[in-house]
């Protein structure tokens, strides 16, 4: 089981890696056809809902559907969970319906909300926009009910493509549609996208003996009952850990011109190492954890939790660094390609970025203790956490919007990711017993040293490699990676010995014979 962990991980975090690439060559294109402005800011206000629900639905249902099915598994349990999932299917089919019906009525009300700073001409064409894309909302609901049931076969891989193909669609979009249509091609785009993904996952579960049937018995079904149970209060709670969203756009709609789309542009920078090193390997542990739970290993599920919080951490810590010392290097390297990307927006993006790279490393373990929580069907702490958390958020905002401006949401975001982080660990010891071992913190302190050392000579270094251009970002962070575990090596930590033996077993050249 671990070795189909590891390489399920493995394989997961090449995905992602390709699929956040993308996603952010599609921020690239977006920025370098329409620039920071008024349809960037209309475009991604109208997207914020269904991205919004995007975020939320696929994750509340994962975490109710697979310890559902994971107790029907085995051949003879077969038409029990091809019933299961049928009734799943009926159920989102006629919510989500209703839910992408019911936001396009209402575009024009949700607009007037989340958009408040809007003028009537921009608030008019992000309601248009928002038209287009709420029907996405359907496709959404399908996507999470099939990549629930791959992924409780421990099928990562089709899922994660699917991410893939939405973004390649989109960026196809910028090229085909949006000549044709302007920014509506680009919502008409996005809208293709979400509908091709769901199409496309049908297949790989038509593979495991699934079909699709209209079934409404659900009042009797003891485990669609467990299933609603659980997943009142999980969907609560992610649902509050994704207000942020509606939050900063809330907050940053009054802000003034490019905040909206600077802080969008500067946390899908944070978002792609977060991605990668953190929910890639937070989605494949999470049926291993169920698995340890159920059959009372905990000190196994333990030892499987430090072990990923480690390994996340030696990975964002030094990224955190870099992201701090070279941001406005960064957002040149990223998105400054065209005239329409000012030195304003550089700067606006850059201010930004700084801020939400501080909190990477608690957003990274926020997600795998609350992945532990739901393993040991605990769902209502990290609900009551996550509310108290928006709270701080909206509090932190409110403190340091008026002195660091759209940064001040961005640190507001990250205080509140550690608060969330520091709750989660009080609570979930109280539950299970001691979570860290001395060895956890010796290598905590040994990552903080080393990246200190490495920010240092990062920082020493940058300018005077000024004439390396496009070269100047890429060099430095090979310096800084080999620099930090380099250091950590030096240090004995066996996590870098791990991690390094790993990547040296990939590229050694083969002995022939």
């Not at 960037?40 to 639905?57: C, E, G, Q, R, S």
């Not at 939790?305 to 992201?323: A, I, V």
């Not at 080999?482 to 066996?494: H, N, R, S």
Request: hydrophobic fraction near 55%; charge should be positive; charged fraction near 10%.
């Amino acid at each position: 089981m671990a070795k189909s962990i590891i390489k399920s991980t493995i394989i997961l975090v090449a995905v992602t890696m390709v699929g956040r690439l993308l996603g952010f060559f599609r921020n690239i294109f977006i920025t370098n056809e329409f620039g920071p402005g008024i349809e960037t800011d209309a475009y991604f206000m109208a997207f914020t809902l269904p991205f919004t629900i995007f975020l939320v639905i696929p994750g509340a249902i994962n975490a109710v559907f697979i310890p559902a099915m994971q107790g029907l598994m085995g051949t003879e349990n077969e038409e029990k969970r091809n019933e299961v999932f049928q009734k799943t299917m009926t159920v989102c089919l006629i919510l989500f319906t209703l839910l992408s019906v019911a936001g396009t009525i209402w575009s024009k009300e949700i607009v007037s909300v989340l958009a408040h700073g809007f003028d009537q001409e921009q608030q008019e064409l992000t309601v248009q926009l928002l038209q287009i894309m709420m029907p996405a909302t359907l496709f959404i609901g399908l996507i999470a009910v099939l990549s629930s049931v791959l992924n409780a076969h421990h099928e990562f891989f089709a899922p994660s493509l699917g991410t893939v193909i939405n973004s390649l669609l989109v960026i196809v979009s910028i090229y085909t549609l949006v000549p044709l249509w302007g920014i509506y091609g680009l919502a008409w785009g996005t809208l293709i996208g979400f509908a091709v993904f769901a199409i496309y996952l049908f297949f790989p579960v038509r593979t495991r003996h699934y079909t699709v049937r209209w079934n409404l018995s659900v009042s009797d079904d003891p485990y669609l009952k467990g299933m609603g149970e659980r997943f009142v209060p999980i969907l609560l709670g992610t649902v509050i850990s994704q207000l942020y969203i509606l939050l900063e756009r809330f907050l940053v709609s009054g802000l003034g011109g490019l905040k909206l789309t600077s802080l969008i542009l500067a946390n899908s920078i944070v978002q792609l190492p977060v991605a990668i090193f953190a929910g890639a390997l937070a989605v494949p542990l999470f049926p291993l954890l169920s698995e340890y739970v159920k059959q009372n290993q905990m000190d196994q599920m333990k030892s499987v939790m430090r072990k990923g919080l480690l390994y996340q951490y030696h990975l964002l810590l030094p990224t955190t660094m870099g992201l701090i010392l070279l941001s406005k290097e960064i957002v040149r390297l990223f998105y400054a390609h065209s005239a329409e990307f000012t030195e304003e927006a550089v700067v606006l993006t850059a201010w930004a970025t700084v801020f939400y790279s501080v909190g990477m490393i608690a957003l990274a373990g926020r997600d795998m203790l609350t992945r532990v929580f739901y393993a040991v069907e605990n769902t209502k702490t990290p609900v009551i956490i996550g509310g108290v958390s928006l709270g701080v958020y909206v509090f932190c905002g409110w403190i340091f919007i008026p002195s660091l401006d759209h940064g001040g949401i961005a640190l507001a975001f990250s205080l509140a990711a550690f608060f969330n982080l520091a709750f989660q660990t009080i609570y979930l010891r109280k539950q299970i017993g001691a979570l860290y071992s001395y060895e956890f913190f010796a290598s905590i302190i040994k990552g903080a040293l080393s990246s200190i050392v490495m920010g240092g000579v990062v920082w020493f270094l940058k300018d005077s490699l000024l004439g390396l251009g496009y070269f100047q970002v890429p060099f430095l962070m090979v310096v800084a990676v080999f620099l930090y575990f380099g250091l950590l090596m030096l240090l004995k930590e066996v996590m870098a010995k791990e991690i390094m033996g790993k990547l040296w077993v990939k590229i050694r050249p083969k002995k022939s014979g």
